[in-house]
């Protein structure tokens, strides 16, 4: 009898124990749930050369940073801690165009660093004088589209998209496609007003 009751304790202690473990059991990585909003659009209207429509769940600010000039304004996208960087110059020269025209493509091209693609695709709208370049970089890069319009002699409007978050391209994909559609929308609503 001693003996089945010393196995029985045994036992219990063995049982309770185990439960009592330090041990990490790894779980499965999870995202957090996104809600999108429903895809709607206003108009940018506000006395500046161009004209264009974005989403009406993005708050549009102007710019308040140094060195800021007319006609630069940043859309918000508070729900994804992301800002469009909107940027307007009047062109008064060829080699001024040459000049922002690449100062966009070495900004794009700074990310090569941490991209694992950079694809460009050209904009090309000429019954609106519209034409630019859309640069997509993928990879845990601070930007993941840049884009510029021009009508090529006097106006020039440069984009780029940043978020407020450590880069890491696999958990903002999802809401990167998600603006994506909301900037295909801006470029081809897009007009200038002379």
């Known amino acids: 009898m001693k ?17 009592n473990s ?3 059991t790894p779980k499965p990585r999870g995202f957090f749930k996104i809600d ?3 895809k709607s659009y206003r108009s940018f209207d506000k006395g500046c050369s161009f004209s264009f429509e974005y989403p009406s769940y993005a708050n549009l600010v102007a710019d308040s940073s140094a ?3 007319p006609c630069w304004f940043n859309l918000a996208f508070p729900q994804f801690n992301g ?3 909107l940027t307007y110059y009047d062109v008064t020269s060829k080699k001024e ?18 991209a694992n693609a950079i694809d460009q695709k050209i904009i090309n709208y000429p019954e609106k004088k519209v034409y630019g370049v859309y640069y997509a970089i993928e990879g845990n890069t601070a930007s993941s589209v840049q884009f510029f319009l021009t009508d090529s002699t006097k106006h020039y409007f440069r984009a780029a998209l940043y978020f407020n ?8 994909q999802p809401v990167v496609n998600f603006i994506k559609k909301d900037l295909d929308r801006m470029i081809s609503t897009f007009k200038w007003k002379n």
């Not at 165009?97 to 941490?114: G, I, P, Q, S």
């Not at 978050?165 to 903002?172: A, G, K, L, V």
């Open 36 to 38: 999108f909003p429903a």
């Open 165 to 172: 978050e450590r880069p890491q391209y696999d958990s903002i």
């Open 3 to 19: 003996r089945y009751f010393f196995l029985f304790f045994c036992a219990c202690i063995l049982a309770f124990s185990a439960c």
């Open 97 to 114: 165009y040459e000049n922002l025209v690449e100062d966009a493509r070495t900004f794009a091209f700074k990310h090569t660093v941490k």
């Open 83 to 85: 800002r469009l960087h």
């Open 67 to 69: 060195g800021t000039q």
């Open 22 to 24: 330090n041990s990490y």
